[in-house]
C-alpha cells in the first residue's frame, strides 16, 4: 500500500483520539468520489500548525465525509528555518519557486519588489494554494507563510519572530570570493533563521546590493556562473536547507 493521503484541514482546537472532523466538500468530493475511498480506509490530516493526524474516513450519503482521528504523528519538517526573499517574477516562475522551496522545507517565503522586479502585486490566494498543495504532497506538516510583496528595504528588516537574530545572504553574481556556503555553516545548529536574497530576472542594481550590505547582509556568490533568478532562489534553498 502507499502513502495515505493527506489533507489541509481546520483541525479542532484540541484535537484528540476520537475527535470528529467534518471534511469540506471539496476534500469529501475527492475522498469519495475521486479517490473512491470507503468507510473504515486511512488518511491524514494536519492543520499547518505541525504535527499530523492518522484518522479513519466515515462516507456518509451526498457528498458528506467525516474523520475520526486515531494517532498524532511526529513533525518531520525540518526545524532550521530559511526565508527566501525573492524578487517578482514572471507568474508560473514564481509558481515553480514557491512550489519547489515547498518541497525542500523553506519557512517563510517574501516576494519583493525592487528596481528590476517586474510590476504587479502578486497573487497571495494562488501563492497560498500552491504553498498546502505542495505542502500536502511533500510529507510537511506546516505551510510555508507567503507575506505580501515587500520592498527590499523591508525585506531586509523583516524579522517574523522579533527575538531571533538572523544571518542575511544576498545572492549576487558579482560576489566571487565568498562562497554561499561559508557563512551558511556558521548558522548550523544555532537556531538563528537564515534569509536569501535573490533578485529578479535582471538581478539586483549596485545600489541595492550596497543597501543590503550596509544593512548588515552578506554577498555570496552561488559560483561563477550566471543562474536565472528562480535557478538560483532554488539552489541556494537547497544548500542551506542542507547545511544548517
Ligand atoms: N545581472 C544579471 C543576472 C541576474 S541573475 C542580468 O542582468 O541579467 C538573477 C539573480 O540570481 C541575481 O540577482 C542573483 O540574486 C542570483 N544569481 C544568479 N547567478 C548567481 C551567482 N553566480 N551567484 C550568486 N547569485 C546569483
Same mark, same amino acid.
Request: aromatic share 6%.
Given at each position: 500500500?502507499?502513502? !495515505?493521503?493527506?489533507?489541509?484541514?481546520?483541525?479542532?482546537?484540541? /484535537?484528540?483520539?476520537?475527535?470528529?472532523?467534518?471534511?469540506?466538500?471539496? &476534500?469529501?468530493?475527492?475522498?469519495? =468520489?475521486?479517490?473512491?475511498?470507503?468507510?473504515?480506509?486511512?488518511?491524514? +490530516?494536519?492543520?499547518? $500548525?505541525?504535527?499530523?493526524? =492518522?484518522?479513519?474516513?466515515? &462516507?456518509?450519503?451526498?457528498?458528506?465525509?467525516?474523520?475520526? +482521528?486515531?494517532?498524532? +504523528?511526529?513533525? /518531520?519538517?525540518?526545524?532550521?528555518?530559511?526565508?527566501?526573499?525573492?524578487?517578482?517574477?514572471?507568474?508560473? $516562475?514564481?509558481?515553480?519557486?514557491?512550489? $519547489?522551496?515547498?518541497?525542500?522545507?523553506?519557512?517563510? &517565503?517574501?516576494?519583493?519588489?525592487?528596481?528590476?522586479?517586474?510590476?504587479?502585486?502578486?497573487?497571495?490566494?494562488?501563492?497560498?494554494?500552491?504553498?498546502?498543495?505542495?505542502?500536502?504532497?511533500?510529507?510537511?506538516?506546516? &505551510? !510555508?507563510?507567503?507575506?505580501?510583496?515587500? /520592498?527590499?528595504?523591508? @525585506?531586509?528588516?523583516?524579522?517574523?519572530?522579533?527575538?531571533?537574530?538572523?544571518? =542575511?545572504?544576498?545572492?549576487?553574481?558579482?560576489?566571487?570570493?565568498? !562562497?554561499?556556503?561559508?557563512?551558511?555553516?556558521?548558522?548550523?545548529?544555532?537556531?538563528?533563521?537564515?534569509?536569501?536574497?535573490?533578485?529578479?530576472?535582471?538581478?539586483?542594481?549596485?545600489?541595492?546590493?550596497?543597501? @543590503?550590505?550596509?544593512?548588515?547582509?552578506?554577498?555570496?556568490?552561488?559560483?561563477?556562473?550566471?543562474?536565472?533568478?528562480?535557478?538560483?532562489?532554488? @539552489?541556494?534553498?537547497?544548500?542551506?536547507?542542507?547545511?544548517?
Amino acid at each position: 500500500m502507499g502513502r !495515505p493521503h493527506r489533507f489541509h484541514v481546520d483541525l479542532p482546537l484540541t /484535537p484528540g483520539a476520537g475527535s470528529v472532523v467534518t471534511l469540506a466538500s471539496p &476534500i469529501a468530493h475527492q475522498v469519495a =468520489r475521486v479517490l473512491r475511498m470507503r468507510s473504515g480506509d486511512v488518511i491524514h +490530516l494536519f492543520d499547518g $500548525k505541525g504535527g499530523e493526524w =492518522r484518522a479513519f474516513i466515515q &462516507i456518509g450519503g451526498g457528498n458528506a465525509a467525516t474523520a475520526t +482521528l486515531d494517532t498524532f +504523528l511526529a513533525d /518531520p519538517t525540518p526545524v532550521g528555518s530559511v526565508v527566501l526573499c525573492l524578487g517578482l517574477l514572471k507568474g508560473e $516562475k514564481f509558481d515553480w519557486v514557491i512550489q $519547489k522551496s515547498t518541497e525542500l522545507g523553506i519557512a517563510h &517565503i517574501v516576494p519583493m519588489v525592487t528596481e528590476r522586479s517586474l510590476p504587479g502585486s502578486g497573487r497571495p490566494d494562488r501563492w497560498h494554494r500552491i504553498a498546502v498543495e505542495a505542502s500536502e504532497q511533500s510529507g510537511r506538516t506546516t &505551510i !510555508p507563510e507567503i507575506t505580501p510583496p515587500m /520592498p527590499l528595504r523591508d @525585506a531586509l528588516n523583516f524579522q517574523p519572530n522579533q527575538s531571533d537574530p538572523a544571518r =542575511r545572504l544576498i545572492c549576487w553574481e558579482d560576489e566571487r570570493t565568498v !562562497p554561499f556556503l561559508a557563512p551558511v555553516r556558521l548558522a548550523r545548529g544555532t537556531g538563528t533563521p537564515v534569509f536569501l536574497y535573490v533578485g529578479p530576472e535582471g538581478g539586483f542594481s549596485a545600489s541595492e546590493v550596497d543597501l @543590503a550590505v550596509g544593512s548588515g547582509a552578506q554577498a555570496v556568490s552561488l559560483g561563477s556562473l550566471i543562474l536565472r533568478s528562480e535557478t538560483a532562489a532554488i @539552489a541556494a534553498v537547497t544548500l542551506a536547507m542542507h547545511a544548517i
